[in-house]
């Protein structure tokens, strides 16, 4: 069984690991056109100070990285967030303001935080509180991010607090942003209790109550990262895949361009595959199917659910971003802060969504007398900062951080990185879409797909992507193996 995965990145990674599990005497080739693996996770290490270039952490309420970290090894590598600043600010007229304590991403918990909040106007708190009252949706149609926020909690909470917060994650137009395909438990909130502040305040309760009756386990922060960087992550999964003989072949700097029907399988790179796992980005993807529908011996009935798959594939759009990573003595800091990092609404018109004071955020990134601060910019709101020359967008970025952070003197140095088109957009429809996808694919043998594009952007979905993608080809190939078997 010879299978190959297009994509160095997490999601081929966690496909190549449980293909490990699954089929041990199978043979694997991962290609990626980049010279490194890892994708976009890239850790840079430089005078002393650590510096992620995309991912800065991954979230712990989602399975799947803890348990990847667990199973490698990893677990004594895991670090929270520092404990002293869990708290986010949000910037108000160019300054400033902690997060209302107990807002949690789309909804306060806490009535009194929101009540004393310099964030929001007297009117816009009242329209707040009437959340309470508002009448409930209970169809299952999809809707922007923008219009639930507004239906529910007002303009203000709407434009001030939720926008920039979700911003700072998906890097998405919250007008177009699917809230379904996003945070559908908050519409699920909505349907079973009629408002999200009493839904929230009851599971706050639950979670409480849940929390006292637990007797023993870590327990994480909701964020976690790795001491050695996330680019350990590809790493220690290629050095199992070694250490275990699995024959796992990486060849790096190699583009896939044409994958082509074989007798029994798929051609690419001049070999013959039963299977192949697509864990590049899904515009990628769209393109090498064509070029597989478009080869001339390809039959009608491969034919037609391969362009299909092309066209639902190419339908969903993606943003780049561009984070820069600022490094100063920590005496040019000249305020103190509570939270770990700020977010930025739209209608602050400032072209930084979020920044997040990394060495502050997990203290081993830097030395006592330095620190780090990390820009993000771009997205929807500013399509053209992803690929802005450096020398251009840094300068821009440091003023811009500067009006709102008290900084003597220009950094010690910069880290930029841009990712051009790696931020998939999950826009209204967007599970309806992916359900049309998923049907496709299951139709098909030897091809699965994983990333980012589908149940989610964060390292923990893609890594649960990945292994589903290997569950259905493993899946395949040992019903095809039992067949012959019995034949
Ligand atoms: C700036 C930024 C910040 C982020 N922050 C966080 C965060 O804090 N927490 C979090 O959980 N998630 C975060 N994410 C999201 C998360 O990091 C990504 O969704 C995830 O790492 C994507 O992994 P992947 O393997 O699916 O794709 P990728 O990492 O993009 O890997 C795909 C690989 O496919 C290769 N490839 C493409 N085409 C071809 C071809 N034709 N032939 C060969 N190889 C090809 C590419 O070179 C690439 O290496 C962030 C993402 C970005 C960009």
Not at 395 to 422: C, N, Y
Request: glycine share 8%.
């Amino acid at each position: 069984m010879r299978i190959a995965i297009i994509g160095a990145g997490i999601s081929g990674f966690s496909a190549a690991r449980r293909l490990r599990q699954l089929l041990p005497e199978a043979e694997l080739r991962i290609f990626d056109r980049r010279n490194r693996i890892g994708g976009v996770l890239e850790t840079l290490h430089k005078d002393g100070l650590q510096i992620e270039q995309s991912a800065d952490n991954f979230i712990t309420t989602v399975p799947w990285g803890i348990q990847l970290c667990k199973e490698l090894g990893l677990e004594n590598d895991l670090v929270q967030t520092n404990p002293k600043v869990r708290r986010t600010y949000v910037v108000r007229n160019g300054k400033m303001h902690l997060l209302p304590d107990g807002f949690l991403m789309m909804a306060p918990t806490k009535l009194m935080p929101m009540a004393i909040t310099p964030i929001l106007s007297p009117l816009g708190k009242l329209r707040a509180g009437l959340e309470l009252l508002m009448p409930s949706r209970k169809d299952d149609m999809d809707e922007s991010m923008a219009s639930f926020v507004k239906r529910r909690l007002g303009r203000e909470v709407y434009e001030r607090l939720v926008e920039p917060l979700v911003s700072g994650v998906y890097a998405a137009d919250m007008e177009k942003l699917s809230v379904l395909a996003t945070l559908p438990r908050f519409r699920e909130m909505e349907r079973q209790y009629g408002s999200l502040i009493r839904a929230m305040q009851r599971q706050l309760k639950a979670n409480k109550q849940a929390r006292l009756a637990e007797q023993s386990g870590a327990r994480y922060s909701m964020f976690i990262t790795l001491r050695s960087g996330l680019a350990t992550l590809c790493q220690t999964i290629a050095e199992h895949l070694q250490r275990d003989r699995f024959p796992a072949a990486i060849q790096l700097n190699k583009e896939i361009t044409a994958v082509e029907k074989a007798a029994g399988g798929w051609r690419l790179a001049g070999e013959t595959f039963d299977a192949v796992i697509y864990a590049c980005p899904v515009s990628e993807t769209a393109k090498l199917l064509r070029t597989a529908a478009a080869a001339e011996d390809a039959c009608p009935a491969m034919l037609r659910p391969l362009t299909m798959l092309a066209d639902k594939l190419s339908g969903i759009e993606h943003e780049g971003t561009a984070i820069a990573t600022f490094a100063f003595d920590a005496g040019q800091i000249k305020q103190e802060f509570r939270g770990m990092g700020f977010v930025v609404p739209k209608i602050e018109n400032n072209p930084i969504l979020a920044g997040s004071f990394s060495s502050l955020k997990y203290e081993h990134r830097a030395p006592k007398d330095k620190f780090l601060i990390r820009v993000f910019a771009g997205g929807a709101r500013n399509p053209h900062l992803a690929d802005m020359p450096d020398s251009d967008l840094v300068p821009m970025l440091f003023r811009e951080l500067r009006k709102i952070i008290r900084i003597d003197g220009e950094p010690l140095f910069s880290a930029v990185s841009h990712w051009a088109g790696t931020m998939p957009q999950y826009h209204v429809g967007h599970r309806e879409r992916v359900r049309e996808i998923e049907n496709i694919i299951d139709s098909m043998t030897g091809i699965a797909v994983a990333g980012n594009a589908f149940h989610g952007v964060g390292i923990p979905n893609c890594i649960q992507s990945g292994f589903q993608a290997a569950e259905k080809i493993a899946a395949e190939l040992t019903r095809h193996l039992t067949k012959t078997n019995g034949n």
